[in-house]
């Protein structure tokens, strides 16, 4: 692939012009470039997979178009039926976990995680969402977040997010962890490690009576302290009857964030983290959006309850750790 001028469209399928897009990053990487290990560019996506009739769908299953839903008037089965839905989806996540290994596709653990889904009567969250066509999102390498299973196979180094959010019992519980493919660098390790622990962190900020704020002055500050870009584009938020709910969670120190937590809020907390610049590009699916340098990203996510004295995490499931590890 030779290499392309600063005002041809990048290589990487941003859209963008190389100069505004990858230009930098290939600087940076010297001779070889754009053509540098670990590159992802997409592969073909296989058609959406079925739901069967049984299985009870969202508002958008057919439209893709999201609509409000009917909020359960009782607090205590409405969280009891959140707590169901989001422990189905930590033990979807696991399933998919134990799938990856180098050779593996995405849209191959697209399939495990799908019937893992199924197998428990819920509806994959993410299927046809706003048109999304799969039921997972798999991003790798420099892929921040909403990466398209597809056909390209998982290599030896490679880190992997999958993010796994179900529909059951009229509620939807989300959850996200970054993996290692094979064996990763050390700069890799480190960079799972340290986006690991600002999600600790942000979900250790929450007490009722403080400032959303809180969570992610916390984030920030860890992430910041060992040299790593916090993505603002995209934050937390409300889950529940609907797959995105107020409030929004932003993961760096925002002041004029003033929701005031309280006891019985239900949210997501998931920081991304970049090695490099937290600025991103969005692929021509729409969807894959992935860091703006071609430098690695990662992410973390629970579904959490605020308690009188803190927070519970939602998704984890039986016999599994509060916070998913690093295999």
Same mark, same amino acid.
């Given at each position: ?21 990858? +230009?930098? &990053?290939?600087? $940076? #990487? ?8 670990? %590159?992802? /560019? =997409? @592969? *073909? ?37 959140? +707590?169901? &839905?989001?422990? $189905? #989806? ?8 134990? %799938?990856? /290994? =180098? @050779? *593996? ?58 993010? *796994? ?163």
């Amino acid at each position: 692939m030779g290499k392309p001028g600063a005002n041809d469209l990048c290589w990487c399928g941003s859209g963008q012009k190389y100069k505004r897009c990858h +230009r930098e &990053a290939d600087l $940076a #990487a010297g001779p070889g470039s754009p053509v540098r290990p670990g %590159a992802v /560019r =997409p @592969g *073909v996506v296989s058609p959406r997979r079925a739901v069967p009739p049984e299985i009870p769908r969202p508002s958008y299953a057919l439209t893709g178009r999201p609509r409000s839903a009917p909020r359960v008037a009782d607090p205590r089965l409405r969280l009891e039926r959140i +707590r169901r &839905a989001c422990r $189905a #989806a930590a033990e979807v996540l696991a399933e998919g976990a134990r %799938a990856l /290994r =180098p @050779g *593996v596709t995405t849209d191959a653990i697209d399939g495990v995680v799908h019937q893992a889904y199924l197998a428990r009567g819920g509806y994959p969250s993410t299927l046809n969402y706003h048109g999304f066509p799969k039921s997972l999102c798999t991003s790798v390498n420099e892929v921040i977040l909403h990466g398209i299973p597809d056909s390209r196979p998982l290599e030896d180094g490679d880190i992997v997010n999958l993010d *796994v959010t179900i529909y059951l019992d009229g509620m939807h519980g989300d959850c996200s962890a970054t993996y290692p493919v094979g064996k990763i660098d050390e700069a890799s390790q480190r960079l799972l490690r340290v986006t690991r622990e600002c999600l600790e962190l942000g979900i250790s900020a929450v007490r009722p009576g403080r400032p959303i704020s809180d969570i992610g002055r916390a984030i920030e500050k860890h992430a910041a302290a060992h040299g790593y870009g916090v993505v603002r584009a995209f934050c937390g938020h409300g889950i529940g009857e609907d797959f995105h709910m107020e409030p929004q969670v932003l993961h760096y120190y925002e002041p004029r964030a003033r929701t005031v937590l309280e006891e019985g809020m239900v949210f997501t907390i998931e920081p991304m983290l970049t090695m490099g610049r937290p600025e991103h590009v969005v692929w021509p699916d729409g969807w894959t959006a992935s860091t703006v340098d071609g430098q690695r990203a990662a992410q973390y996510e629970h579904t959490l309850v605020v308690t009188r004295d803190g927070a519970e995490i939602l998704t984890v499931a039986p016999a599994e750790p509060a916070v998913a590890q690093v295999r």
